[in-house]
């Protein structure tokens, strides 16, 4: 029999909970068949619903929560209140516990964060978690951290999320030594933020076996896909983030709002709709949904809160290629490799030294 991929669902998560969960594990389960879910959630909110979709009930191991994480709860009382009982906490402790190989929740993201760090803690020499989102360019895609997890970042930790992108660039778009940037407001090394500048160096001075550092890269960058991985901290990283996610909005009504001015531009629309369609999928968030948790002892995607059940199935997309690309094993190996260069750099070379 072949190998099962486990994955659990926090299925109270988004703004519509069990709603779009459900429907989007069906989509997901008819793309690989061989997922098994371990689902957490209200029985009276996700027992009906499975009854409408045997294909999941089938490929599922149901467990009742009674407490639920709301979308505004803070992360703090999230840890506080009932967090043993909710269907965030137990979805993310089956990771803990290898019931699961990786946990997808739509829920609240300073809560899910605060209790993957804390029920999963972080990764040895890792200081902090980064939040790892999949950016489509004009290459592809690109890989950008940390799009909130933390803000603000000294050297060393823009350094580890140089490693752990550059580890998930491996897994997702199997390039064996990934191109790596670190964000900033010109190429020239003099510019920026003194943290920055420093990793910049570091990076140059440092050799690592699993990516190549290509120097400092602009905003502009992030949609020109001039590297493989983008790194930030999180502050800068969320609101380009959330810039982009806009942009693409505003493009997108332009264009509705152009196409239906008048009757000739409708005329225009029929011959071009299939560059229209194209730009459409493109340009559609659902299709590249997901941000991965990174420095953890697991895996957590979280899922956009307002997605509908395609952009779901999209995060355990990510989730199910994560786990068959062995993510968290190029991990470990990159920050072995790394801190074993540190330290024999650090070593005394001959009898002056001592």
């Known amino acids: 029999m072949a190998k099962t991929i486990p994955i659990s669902l926090d299925a109270m998560g988004g703004d519509h909970g069990a709603d779009v969960v459900i429907p989007g594990a069906e989509i997901a389960l008819v793309r690989h068949p061989d997922i098994r879910f371990l689902l957490f959630g209200n029985e009276k909110v996700v027992l009906p619903l499975l009854e409408k979709y045997p294909r999941v009930r089938d490929a599922s191991t149901f467990h009742h929560c009674d407490v639920s994480i709301a979308m505004d709860t803070k992360p703090s009382q999230a840890l506080r209140q009932g967090r043993w009982r909710s269907s965030m906490w137990r979805s993310i402790e089956a990771v803990k516990t290898g019931d699961a190989s990786v946990a997808v929740s739509a829920g609240n993201t300073g809560a899910l964060m605060a209790m993957s760090k804390f029920c999963l803690r972080t990764m040895a020499n890792i200081e902090r978690p980064a939040i790892a989102a999949i950016w489509p360019t004009m290459r592809g895609e690109s890989v950008v951290l940390d799009v909130g ?28 030594k990934p191109s790596v940037g670190l964000l900033n407001i010109g190429v020239e090394e003099v510019k920026g933020l003194e943290e920055v500048r ?157």
């Not at 420093?198 to 020109?224: C, I």
């Not at 493009?251 to 008048?262: E, F, P």
């Not at 459409?280 to 953890?296: A, H, I, Q, T, Y």
């Not at 307002?306 to 999209?314: N, V």
């Open 149 to 176: 997890a933390t803000i603000g970042a000294d050297a060393q930790q823009l350094i580890d999320f140089a490693i752990l992108g550059g580890a998930m660039a491996r897994a997702l778009f199997g390039v064996q």
């Open 198 to 354: 420093t990793a910049g160096r570091l990076l140059r001075e440092t050799p690592l076996r699993s990516l190549h550092y290509a120097g400092f890269v602009e905003g502009d960058d992030l949609g020109k896909g001039t590297v493989d991985v983008v790194v930030t901290e999180g502050f800068a990283g969320n609101i380009a983030l959330k810039t982009a996610e806009g942009t693409a909005k505003q493009i997108g009504s332009y264009l509705r709002s152009a196409m239906n001015r008048t009757f000739m531009s409708k005329i225009g629309y029929l011959f071009a709709k299939g560059a229209f369609d194209l730009l459409r999928e493109k340009m559609d968030p659902r299709k590249v949904n997901g941000g991965v948790f990174l420095g953890l002892n697991g895996i957590v995607i979280k899922s956009h809160g307002g997605t509908d059940a395609e952009g779901y199935a999209s995060a355990i997309d990510l989730a199910y290629d994560m786990v068959k690309n062995e993510l968290t094993h190029k991990i470990a190996q990159d920050l072995v490799h790394y801190h074993r260069g540190r330290f024999a750099e650090a070593a005394p070379t001959s009898e002056g030294d001592l």
